[in-house]
């Protein structure tokens, strides 16, 4: 069964200050990898799509990796914003029997001015 | 497009009482999702269509809860009767290859 973990759970950091989320899953056979930011009382926002053939992807301040292998993704915010400030969540569609999603817990994040 | 549409945004019921929540997906995209999100549980997929057929529905809680897709621009989720651990924000969000989420409907059963 596919686990999907994120660590830290919180996070503060000083604005302009680079800062990377982890996911972590525990079945390589995934299709593909989502990441999403949800603002306090709304839904979730797509971020970055990576598939699994990828192993990057990049959007403005956004990088995204994925390593299959050691079942791991990082989200890299380069130069954080307090706009910045929200819960980051991974999903990871899987292979295995369906194509659901399954989601962290989520990195909950506060940049600091 | 407008996004993803949810109906209504909020709701206020009282236990016992029939809920019905509903989702317009973005045109084109051929997935329904349709999660459940707590501050214990994080957030959780009830139920997903591919085409309109229900795929996977081993996330819905019980028999009290109940989702059709009649057509590809139509969903919804129904849980009768309702009680208060139903309390929940109720998210669709649909798919090609990127999935995208509704605002979410907040239901409160008292």
């Known amino acids: 069964k596919q686990e999907v973990t994120q660590i830290p759970a919180a996070l503060s950091v000083p604005e302009g200050e680079n800062l990377v989320l982890n996911c972590s899953f525990t079945?390589?056979?995934?299709?593909?990898l989502q990441w999403f930011r949800q603002d306090p009382g709304k839904g979730l926002t797509s971020l970055l799509l990576?598939?699994?053939?990828?192993r990057e992807q990049t959007s403005g301040r956004l990088n995204a990796s994925l390593d299959k292998s050691s079942g791991r993704s990082t989200l890299y915010i380069a130069a954080s914003q307090p706009g910045d400030s929200a819960t980051y969540l991974c999903?990871?569609?899987?292979?295995?029997?369906?194509?659901?999603?399954?989601f962290g817990t989520g990195t909950r994040l506060k940049v600091l001015a | 497009d407008a996004g993803v549409i949810q109906s209504p945004r909020h709701e206020v019921t009282e236990m016992g009482q029939e809920v019905t929540l509903r989702c317009k997906p973005i045109s084109g995209h051929d997935y329904l999702f349709w999660y459940r999100q707590t501050m214990m549980r994080g957030l959780e997929l009830l139920i997903y269509?591919?085409?309109?057929?229900?795929?996977?529905d081993s996330g819905m809680p019980e028999d009290r809860f109940s989702a059709k897709m009649p057509n590809a621009s139509f969903s919804t989720l129904k849980i009768q009767p309702s009680e208060p651990r139903d309390s929940a924000v109720y998210f669709c969000?649909?798919?090609?290859?990127?999935?995208?989420f509704g605002p979410g409907t907040r239901l409160t059963v008292l």
């Open positions: 999903a990871v569609r899987t292979t295995s029997g369906t194509y659901k999603y399954i």
């Open positions: 079945d390589s056979a995934i299709y593909n």
């Open positions: 990576i598939q699994s053939s990828q």
């Open positions: 969000a649909s798919s090609r290859d990127t999935q995208y």
């Open positions: 269509f591919n085409n309109n057929v229900p795929i996977d």
